[in-house]
């Protein structure tokens, strides 16, 4: 089993939209039985607070019936999770300095999965909550195809795969 943490600024926007979206990814493959997603923020500034309105119109439109609350990210959280999905640059920064470089193979850019390998903007700032979404779908689509492709044996024990 692979314990997927995804994160962002503040756990209200970016990375609960990937939690939702990989969730997803993961059940409609028949392989949701092989992970274990969360996200995290690198700030304590939303801790508690449920998944930003405009995101969560999103989702709804989506689809998706997806309730979250915003945690920090914790070392521990760090040590157990098998891949860290950051958004941005400056997320990627905030978690090796919590993480320090012992664990720095395990932090990813999100979007380093896109064809075009970019940043995922907050869409707190940009308001631009659809391209957000549509950035993180195909980020996340392109990291479990790399995940079946580069780990695939790490499936077997799923009769359904």
């Not at 304590?44 to 998944?51: S, T, Y």
């Not at 320090?100 to 193979?105: D, L, M, N, V």
């Amino acid at each position: 089993m692979f314990t997927v943490t995804f994160v962002c600024l503040g756990n209200i926007c970016r990375s609960p939209m990937a939690e939702a979206v990989f969730l997803r990814l993961a059940e409609e493959r028949g392989v949701e039985l092989s992970f274990n997603v969360n996200s995290r923020a690198t700030s304590d500034c939303e801790e508690g607070n449920a998944v930003y309105p405009p995101v969560q119109k999103v989702l709804r439109e989506k689809g998706y019936n997806f309730s979250h609350r915003a945690k920090k990210l914790t070392l521990s959280d760090i040590k157990n999770a098998d891949y860290i999905l950051v958004m941005d640059k400056m997320n990627y920064a905030d978690v090796i300095r919590l993480a320090g470089a012992e664990y720095a193979e395990k932090v990813f850019m999100l979007g380093s999965f896109l064809t075009e390998g970019k940043e995922i903007d907050d869409p707190w700032y940009t308001r631009e909550f659809n391209i957000a979404y549509s950035e993180i779908y195909a980020a996340c689509v392109g990291f479990l195809n790399y995940l079946m492709r580069e780990r695939s044996a790490a499936f077997n024990y799923d009769k359904r795969f």
